[in-house]
C-alpha cells in the first residue's frame, strides 16, 4: 500500500522511486487527478536522474490550451512493481497522475 502525507496547502504527497540509467531516486510527488499520464519532473529532477529525452507528447493545461511537453523514458516503482513510464518535464513541480492507477495495481 502506498502511504504519504497532506502538506500545508492541502496537498496528497507521496513518494515514489524513480529510476533512470544509472540512478534511483525517491521523489516527493504532488497527486494529480486532473493530470491523466503517469509523472511529470521539474527539469532539475531530470536532469539528476540524467534521463534520457525521447521525443514529445501532446497535452492539454487546465486553462483549455494545448501545448507539447518534453518526454524522458525512465521505470518507476509502483505497487512494488518496476514499470516504464514517460516522464514529462514540468516547471510546475513533481505530479502524480492517474496512469499509474490503470497499471492494475
Known amino acids: 500500500m502506498t502511504s504519504g502525507l497532506v502538506n500545508e496547502r492541502l496537498e496528497a504527497i507521496v513518494a515514489v522511486a524513480v529510476i533512470g540509467p544509472m540512478k534511483r531516486q525517491d521523489v516527493d510527488v504532488v497527486i494529480d487527478t486532473g493530470f491523466t499520464g503517469y ?3 521539474t527539469s532539475e529532477k531530470i536532469g539528476a536522474l540524467d534521463l ?3 521525443g514529445a507528447l501532446p497535452g492539454k493545461l487546465a486553462n483549455g490550451a494545448e501545448i507539447e511537453f518534453a518526454a524522458y523514458a525512465a521505470k518507476m516503482v509502483w505497487n512494488e512493481e518496476e ?3 514517460a ?3 514540468s516547471a510546475g513541480g513533481n505530479l502524480l497522475g492517474t496512469a499509474c492507477w490503470k497499471t492494475g495495481g
Open 39 to 41: 509523472l511529470t519532473l
Open 87 to 89: 516522464v514529462i518535464e
Open 83 to 85: 514499470i516504464e513510464i
Open 52 to 54: 534520457r529525452r525521447v
